[in-house]
Nanobody, 124 residues
Framework: QVQLVESGGGLVQAGGSLRLSCAASGRTFSRYGMGWFRQAPGKEREFVAAIRWSTGTTLYADSVRGRFTISRDNAKNTVYLQMNSLKPEDTAVYYC?????????????????WGQGTQVTVSS
């Protein structure tokens, strides 16, 4: 059974940084696509960033490109989201997702496995 456990969320001032981690277990993830999504109160879940485990190819939403960096550590089976220059509009619950058949990596419907989420709050 695939398990994804996020950590690293918290409260930070605008302009600050946080690093989220997603520890994956239960499978060999070499053929998986891994994504980060976020959901603010009253809003739909939106794509943030994704990475193909095998190739390291990365994708970003326009709203975070240049500020956020997604990466993976093969030895630790962990995906990271380094978030710099945070803005109040980045406030949301951040979710890690995984699927071996995700095509575009940008659509939440493509992902079968999800973590429980971690809260990120950016104060102005």
């Amino acid at each position: 059974q695939v398990q994804l456990v996020e950590s690293g969320g918290g409260l930070v001032q605008a302009g600050g940084s946080l690093r989220l981690s997603c520890a994956a277990s239960g499978r060999t993830f070499s053929r998986y696509g891994m994504g980060w999504f976020r959901q603010a109160p009253g809003k739909e879940r939106e794509f943030v960033a994704a990475i193909r485990w095998s190739t390291g190819t990365t994708l970003y939403a326009d709203s975070v490109r240049g500020r956020f960096t997604i990466s993976r550590d093969n030895a630790k089976n962990t995906v990271y989201l380094q978030m710099n220059s945070l803005k109040p509009e980045d406030t949301a619950v951040y979710y890690c997702a995984a699927d071996q058949s995700a095509l575009t990596l940008r659509r939440h419907e493509e992902y079968r496995y999800w973590g429980q989420g971690t809260q990120v709050t950016v104060s102005s």
